[in-house]
């Protein structure tokens, strides 16, 4: 079931937010700085309304999001929520970005990001919060939290697959796949419950082989420890294909509740 977006009013979030957290009203948005200019896009959810800006939103199975205020970067940040679930279950809130204008020559991604539990217990998910497709013949990369009895703490993992639509229900129209499905490569320790963290996402094909090949690499900046780049198969960065990008918190069961916020997002068509 689609369900619509739990915006804010869209006049009055940026002053009602501003005076709130005093924030003066001419201060620039994180988009607005001159620094920020240029991206394919960019995205503080601070001006106007945030969906205005989005190709596609889903929302199932009790997953909530809202737009709120944010202690990263005032006024605002995205909250996506999707509650516990048994085996054989899911819940989806999410987005995508899809650049129809575009070709895949690559993506560089960068947000602030926080996974917030309750009480300051550990990350009990498992699920997905961000998606890479190639449409129109590639592949689909799907970033999700991995954590249980198996593991001895929260990890970062990838989930590759051969179709564009297998990542999600943000991928293939409310019905059907999954975060936590395909070929999964281990990339590194989740970062700690409640911390704000900077990701850096760059996915670049190899232009050697022209054959859809590629790699992947994640990075939290400042986190101790190394993260494993994912080596990508032949087929799954397909040149002729659209880039389209999803930021999302989506479980599969069994897991515990998954609650992602975003900030600062900044998304560029290129492999570096």
Same mark, same amino acid.
């Given at each position: 079931?689609?369900?619509?977006?739990?915006?804010?009013?869209?006049?009055?979030?940026? $002053?009602?937010?501003?005076?709130?957290?005093?924030?003066?009203?001419?201060?620039?948005?994180?988009?607005?700085?001159?620094?920020?200019?240029?991206?394919?896009?960019?995205?503080?959810?601070?001006? @106007?309304?945030?969906?205005?800006?989005?190709?596609?939103?889903?929302?199932?199975?009790?997953?909530?999001?809202?737009? $709120?205020?944010?202690?990263?970067?005032?006024?605002?940040?995205?909250?996506?929520?999707?509650?516990?679930?048994?085996?054989?279950?899911?819940?989806?809130?999410?987005?995508?970005?899809?650049?129809?204008?575009?070709?895949?020559?690559?993506?560089?991604?960068? $947000?602030?990001?926080?996974?917030?539990?309750?009480? @300051?217990?550990?990350?009990?998910?498992?699920?997905?919060?961000?998606?890479?497709?190639?449409?129109? *013949?590639?592949?689909?990369?799907?970033? *999700?939290?991995?954590?249980?009895?198996?593991?001895?703490?929260?990890?970062?993992?990838?989930?590759?697959?051969?179709?564009? *639509?297998?990542?999600?229900?943000?991928?293939?129209?409310?019905?059907?796949?999954?975060?936590?499905?395909?070929?999964?490569?281990?990339?590194?320790?989740?970062?700690?419950?409640?911390?704000?963290?900077?990701?850096?996402?760059?996915?670049?094909?190899?232009?050697?082989?022209?054959?859809?090949?590629?790699?992947?690499?994640?990075?939290?900046?400042?986190?101790?420890?190394?993260?494993?780049?994912?080596?990508?198969? $032949?087929?799954?960065?397909?040149?002729? @294909?659209?880039?389209?990008?999803?930021?999302?918190?989506?479980?599969?069961?069994?897991?515990?509740?998954?609650?992602?916020?975003?900030?600062?997002?900044?998304?560029?068509?290129?492999?570096?």
């Amino acid at each position: 079931m689609r369900l619509a977006w739990m915006l804010l009013a869209a006049a009055g979030i940026g $002053a009602g937010c501003a005076s709130v957290l005093a924030i003066p009203n001419d201060t620039p948005s994180f988009c607005g700085q001159p620094a920020n200019q240029g991206h394919a896009y960019c995205e503080d959810f601070d001006v @106007g309304d945030p969906a205005s800006r989005w190709t596609f939103a889903e929302g199932t199975n009790g997953a909530t999001y809202v737009v $709120a205020p944010s202690d990263r970067s005032p006024p605002n940040l995205l909250d996506m929520s999707a509650p516990m679930v048994p085996d054989g279950g899911t819940a989806l809130a999410g987005f995508t970005k899809e650049f129809d204008d575009s070709t895949f020559v690559g993506l560089h991604i960068e $947000a602030d990001i926080r996974f917030v539990t309750q009480g @300051g217990a550990p990350i009990t998910a498992n699920g997905g919060f961000l998606l890479i497709v190639d449409k129109n *013949g590639g592949g689909c990369i799907g970033l *999700g939290v991995a954590s249980g009895p198996h593991l001895p703490q929260p990890m970062i993992g990838a989930y590759l697959f051969a179709q564009g *639509g297998g990542c999600s229900a943000l991928t293939s129209g409310g019905g059907g796949g999954t975060a936590m499905g395909g070929l999964m490569n281990q990339v590194g320790s989740a970062p700690a419950a409640n911390t704000w963290s900077h990701i850096v996402v760059i996915v670049t094909p190899d232009p050697s082989r022209n054959d859809g090949s590629g790699k992947l690499t994640f990075n939290i900046e400042g986190q101790p420890g190394a993260f494993m780049p994912v080596p990508l198969l $032949a087929g799954t960065l397909v040149g002729s @294909g659209i880039p389209l990008v999803g930021f999302a918190s989506e479980v599969n069961g069994p897991s515990g509740p998954l609650e992602v916020q975003f900030d600062n997002i900044t998304i560029d068509l290129s492999g570096s």
